[in-house]
């Protein structure tokens, strides 16, 4: 339907937070690959289908990144599932998953459906402590970025800094050790500099807070990655 492998660029926007129609408009507008729909707190099936309808009326693909099956809703392009490899918790990696699987097995379109291997490394994240994780080490985050590639085959590994700027030399280490999976990188971009620091290693960037910190200068992240 839409080329994934082209993608550079994603805004994710959170179901629980405040955003004007106007903002939204701006948002699909801007030139990103995709809008991302997902959060850690208070996702409610509302806030889900309040987003939605804002970006439908563009033509920019929406992917709802799955935090709970209470808030999942036909109507989007693609569903990514997040498995939390540095959980502690089995919960995170599998279980709810599966109890999705159980309840909507039959009716799921698995074309539309993606697994993205996780590496929450924020400690003062809410998802992390939601996730209960575990903080990797790099030569230990290189290792779930390999069983991502190579034991799972995982279409996405997604290195998750939520929040706060990451190593862009842990950036390009991962990203030098995958040949399939795509990586995807996560947190704290707020300018278009650190846009084209992390997009010069990462195959996908997500830029969430700074929708809603600093609009204008979010915005000016897409074309730092094009
Ligand atoms: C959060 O990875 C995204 O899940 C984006 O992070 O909100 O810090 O931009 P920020």
């Given at each position: 339907m839409y080329n994934i492998d082209e993608w550079k660029h994603i805004f994710k926007l959170d179901p629980a937070k405040e955003i004007s129609e106007e903002m939204i408009d701006k948002i699909c507008e801007s030139g990103t690959d995709a809008i991302m729909v997902g959060g850690t707190d208070d996702v409610t099936l509302d806030g889900v289908l309040q987003l939605l309808s804002g970006i439908r009326r563009h033509t920019v693909p929406v992917i709802l990144e799955i935090s709970n099956i209470e808030s999942v809703t036909p109507g989007y392009d693609y569903?990514?599932?997040p498995l939390v490899l540095n959980s502690q918790d089995k919960k995170w990696m599998m279980d709810i998953q599966h109890q999705a699987v159980l309840e909507y097995g039959d009716i799921v379109n698995w074309d539309e459906m993606f697994a993205e291997?996780?590496?929450i490394m924020n400690d003062k994240s809410k998802v992390y402590q939601?996730?209960?994780c575990n903080l990797p080490?790099?030569?230990e985050t290189i290792a779930y970025a390999r069983m991502a590639e190579h034991l799972f085959r995982l279409p996405f590994f997604?290195?998750?800094?939520s929040g706060t700027y990451g190593d862009p030399t842990l950036v390009k280490t991962i990203s030098q050790e995958l040949n399939h999976t795509k990586l995807i990188y996560g947190g704290g971009i707020a300018t278009k500099e650190q846009a084209a620091e992390i997009s010069a290693y990462a195959d996908i960037i997500v830029v969430g807070n700074a929708l809603y910190d600093n609009p204008k200068e979010a915005l000016k992240t897409v074309k730092a990655t094009k």
């Open positions: 569903y990514f599932v291997g996780y590496c939601h996730a209960n080490s790099n030569e997604y290195l998750e800094y």
